[in-house]
């Protein structure tokens, strides 16, 4: 299907395990972004990145991982979980954030709980 | 403080009643979005603007550059406008957004 898509939708996990977060997208955008949501604050960015094999720091960056080894995925990992990463992760991608008219589109969000 | 501030962060309103919400930034901006996020959805764009008004259904968001503000009016509010709204801003020159921290709005039948 097109669109960006991310997966699992859902996930418990125990503190100390590694969880990686998928996200897939169709539109071949040249960015990708992850963001965490949690109560109190705006999305806070974790990672983004501008083209396969370039990777930046976000706002929150510690305790996670990414990688883009091909434009369509960008997953996000947990090396060793804590239960203040427990959050709603939202993956998007644009296709050019310097250009005007360029819009985020929004993945479905995984709820990841970390006991 | 955050650079973008939303207000008020929550609203209840019965059907049928004028919404309107409020973003204020500090920051000078090259665009501002307005998102919409249903309980337990996902995230949708709703209005993208840099100057003046636009207008989709029942929808408006306006902006006012000078004073670094923008509202976003429901008209004839109905339960399924129920959501936060997001506002997020992008700073000239930067790749990014900033998020504020929602408006969470009620919708009573």
């Known amino acids: 299907d097109a669109g960006i898509t991310q997966s699992p939708r859902y996930k418990i ?3 100390g395990r590694q969880v990686t977060l998928m996200c897939h997208q169709t539109w071949s955008h040249s960015y990708m972004f992850w963001y965490r949501q949690d109560l109190g604050h705006g999305l806070r960015l974790i990672y983004y990145s501008a083209a396969a094999d ?15 080894s091909k434009t369509e995925n960008f997953p996000l990992t947990l090396e060793s979980a804590t239960r203040s990463q ?22 479905p969000g995984t709820r990841l709980t970390v006991t | 403080k955050n650079e973008v501030e939303q207000s008020p962060q929550n609203l209840t309103a019965q059907e049928g ?3 309107t919400i409020n973003c204020s930034y500090s920051v000078g901006i090259s665009a501002l979005h307005w998102l919409q996020q249903h309980p337990g959805g996902g995230i949708v764009s709703l209005f993208m603007l840099s100057s003046g008004k636009k207008k989709h259904g029942r929808l408006i968001a306006t902006i006012n550059i000078q004073e670094k503000h923008s509202s976003l ?15 997020a801003v992008r700073s000239g020159g ?3 957004l900033a998020f504020g921290k929602g408006n969470q709005v009620v919708v009573i039948p």
């Open chain 2, 94 to 96: 930067n790749n990014r």
């Open chain 2, 73 to 87: 009016h429901i008209t004839a509010s109905h339960p399924r406008d129920s959501a936060v709204y997001i506002c």
């Open chain 2, 17 to 19: 009643e004028f919404i």
């Open chain 1, 54 to 68: 370039i990777t930046d720091k976000g706002e929150v960056p510690d305790g996670y991982v990414v990688s883009r």
């Open chain 1, 13 to 15: 996990t125990e503190t």
């Open chain 1, 86 to 107: 427990t959050s709603v992760y939202f993956c998007a991608s644009s296709e050019n954030p310097d250009r005007w008219g360029d819009e985020q589109y929004f993945g």
